[in-house]
């Protein structure tokens, strides 16, 4: 079984940055695709970025791309998302998502078998 755990959540002005944190906890150590995924009120679940746990390989969606960093720590089994220039639009419940299969940029809900629980980020204009 797989557990995510999200972190770093919280209330950040305009231009401002955070750091999301997912502590993946598993059984094994497999080669996962991980994702960030973020769901604001009243929208549908949209893709943020996604990276290979092995290699480090990741992929952005447009609307962050430039802005938001995606990267992992392998012994602490934990992957971040640095979001800096900040914006009210990224205003979100942020979700961290795992699948165990080889890289590929994966970048719908669908394909992602584990997912946290989400943390809120409020960006104030």
């Known amino acids: 079984q797989v557990h995510l755990v999200e972190s770093g959540g919280g209330l950040v002005q305009a231009g401002g940055s955070l750091r999301l944190s997912c502590v993946l906890s598993?059984?094994?150590?497999?080669?996962?695709?991980m994702g960030w995924f973020r769901q604001a009120p009243g929208k549908e679940r949209e893709f943020v970025s996604t990276?290979?746990?092995?290699?480090?390989?990741?992929y952005y969606a447009d609307l962050v791309r430039g802005r938001f960093t995606t990267s992992r720590d392998i012994p602490k089994r934990t992957m971040y998302l640095q979001m800096n220039s900040l914006k009210p639009e990224d205003t979100a419940v942020y979700y961290c998502?795992?699948?165990?299969?080889?890289?590929?940029?994966?970048?719908?809900?669908?394909?992602?078998?584990?997912w946290g629980q989400g943390t809120r980020v409020t960006v104030s204009s």
């Open positions: 990276i290979d746990w092995n290699s480090g390989t990741s």
């Open positions: 998502a795992a699948d165990p299969r080889a890289w590929a940029p994966l970048q719908t809900p669908d394909e992602y078998t584990y």
């Open positions: 598993d059984h094994t150590s497999g080669q996962y695709v």
